[in-house]
């Protein structure tokens, strides 16, 4: 729609309400600022979901793998010959074995239980996550007789480099005199931190081979971690994997282990989406109040414009320009400031947190020890868009009332 120099004067006109209109500039006021705040929240809140999202799920593939490959039967005695087998499959980049399984970890009376997890010292040293996530100690101290930990379980349990633990295993050694409980000493290697509180908390890592004698698995681990070249082809690799692990073992993938958390976002990310929605709805029902009264109040020189030449579109035009530059500046302003909010929202949280001396984003509860972000551009336009298109739509039926007003009876009753 094309607007000519007249009508465009009009509308500013029209906006800058006179002292005795001031009431319509203050519903309009509020229409800018709910067409802003709908605005700007609904980029921040989406862009926080996309980055819990984003966040969680490269720490959930860098830590456990695309697919794993598990024993149904027993453990995996011939598993070198099977991950050979595995690694000439398209579209696999590595096989990891690994052991895993759950221990009583104890130190100077203090004892929590703990998910241990066995793995070469190479695949540990290839893991990205882990390997550049070592806050003290180094790789080389990941040997046997040694263990990798969380921050928050060495915060917790008071622990450092060189400390030792004592972990005890599940299942118990036979004796004369009944079942007695194997433990083993370890010493504190390396620390870690890996942004996430459940695995910095709850989850140990030692040599393979130190994981094989601590279960008493001899040359044997319970599953493989298959990586592929991507998580998007994890699904086209699962197949084959499937076909050449059959009657050996079981497969799944990362979204098997993870479905209910993943659809857990994606439900709670849709929702909020629409929650938010109704913000901009509303401010969109302020323009069309704003509109109205404005149309009211200027009958008069409605009328008057009328009898002078002006025609029922410029009218329209008028006030469909009048009220879309509320949401326009509404919408332009709360994209800027959402977007910047976005961009720079950890360092607001920090901002905050000193100011009020309080904690507003636990890692124990939210998982992660950042509060994450990531912009996503589509859905930035796709709310800018949605915000436009109410606020020009919200202006239409007042703009049409104005252009219907009969210049004889607006005068008459002026």
Do not use: C
């Not at 130190?107 to 996530?133: C, M, N, Y």
């Not at 008057?304 to 009048?322: E, S």
């Amino acid at each position: 729609m094309i607007f000519n120099p007249f009508e465009r004067m009009m509308a500013s006109r029209y906006l800058r309400a006179r002292k005795s209109e001031g009431f319509v500039s203050v519903i309009a006021g509020f229409s800018f600022m709910g067409i802003m705040l709908g605005v700007a929240t609904l980029i921040i809140v989406m862009s926080v979901m996309n980055g819990f999202r984003q966040e969680l799920v490269t720490r959930i593939l860098g830590l456990n793998g695309h697919l794993n490959v598990y024993a149904t039967s027993g453990p995996l005695s011939d598993y070198l010959s099977l991950s050979d087998t595995l690694e000439k499959i398209d579209g696999v980049e590595a096989v990891r074995p690994v052991v895993e399984g759950q221990a009583l970890l104890t130190h100077q009376g203090s004892a929590t239980g703990a998910v241990v997890r066995g793995l070469g010292r190479e695949d540990f040293a290839t893991k990205p996550i882990l390997s550049d996530s070592i806050i003290a100690g180094s790789i080389t101290d990941f040997k046997d007789g040694s263990l990798a930990m969380g921050k928050s379980m060495a915060e917790r349990l008071k622990l450092n480099i060189g400390d030792t633990v004592t972990l005890v295993a599940p299942k118990g050694k036979a004796t004369p005199f009944g079942t007695m409980p194997r433990s083993r000493a370890f010493v504190i290697g390396l620390i870690f931190d890996v942004g996430m509180y459940e695995y910095n908390n709850g989850f140990v890592f030692m040599p393979l081979s130190s994981a094989q004698n601590f279960y008493q698995m001899g040359d044997a681990v319970n599953s493989l971690e298959v990586m592929a070249k991507s998580a998007d082809i994890a699904d086209q690799v699962k197949p084959e994997v499937d076909m050449k692990t059959a009657g050996i073992a079981g497969v799944y993938d990362w979204r098997d282990a993870n479905k209910s958390f993943i659809n857990a976002l994606n439900v709670e990310r849709n929702v909020m989406f629409l929650i938010l929605t109704l913000i901009i709805i509303v401010a969109a029902f302020n323009i069309i109040s704003s509109m109205i009264m404005l149309v009211k109040d200027k009958g008069r020189d409605i009328a008057i414009l009328r009898t002078m030449g002006a025609t029922q579109g410029n009218m329209l035009r008028i006030f469909i320009l009048a009220g879309a530059s509320i949401g326009i500046a509404g919408t332009a302003v709360g994209a800027l400031i959402g977007v910047s909010f976005a961009y720079n929202i950890e360092s607001i949280r920090q901002f905050l947190e000193k100011l009020t001396d309080t904690e507003l984003f636990a890692d124990e509860i939210y998982f992660l020890s950042q509060l994450p972000a990531v912009v996503d551009w589509s859905e930035v336009i796709l709310v800018i868009g949605m915000a436009l298109f109410l606020s020009i739509a919200a202006t239409l039926y007042p703009a049409w009332r104005a252009s219907r007003l009969d210049p004889v009876e607006a005068l008459r009753y002026a």
